[in-house]
């Protein structure tokens, strides 16, 4: 049974920082993608960034060179590192994981497993 959980959430005011982390278990595959997502309440679920287990990585143009992914192997941890932050970066975060490559990184229907969400708002 492959469990995420997120943490790192919080409030920042604008231009800080935070680091997501989701912790996997459960979690044995040795090709998989993992990503993180964002949703704001009423609105679909947006990937925000991936990576695959040979640490390539994507991001959604709205977040390219403000946030970085990256998965200790050693720790089977998922981290979304987000700098300059701003207020429409305000949402519920998830993490989400799949077997195999990363075909649609960036599409939530993509993912079997998700976490339970970590809330991250950030105040002008």
């Known amino acids: 049974q492959v469990q995420l959980v997120e943490s790192g959430g919080g409030s920042v005011q604008a231009g800080g920082s935070l680091r997501l982390s989701c912790a996997a278990s459960?979690?044995?595959?040795?090709?998989?993608?993992m990503g993180w997502f964002r949703q704001a309440p009423g609105k679909e679920r947006e990937g925000v960034a991936a990576i695959d287990s040979d640490g390539r990585t994507s991001y959604a143009d709205s977040v390219k060179g403000r946030f970085t992914i990256s998965h200790d192997n050693a720790k089977n941890t998922l981290y979304l590192v987000m700098n300059s932050l701003k207020p429409e970066d305000s949402d519920m975060y998830y993490c989400a994981a799949e077997a195999g490559l990363c075909l649609a990184p960036h599409w939530f229907g993509y993912y079997k497993h998700w976490g339970q969400g970590t809330q991250v708002t950030v105040s002008s």
């Open positions: 459960g979690y044995t595959y040795s090709s998989y993608c």
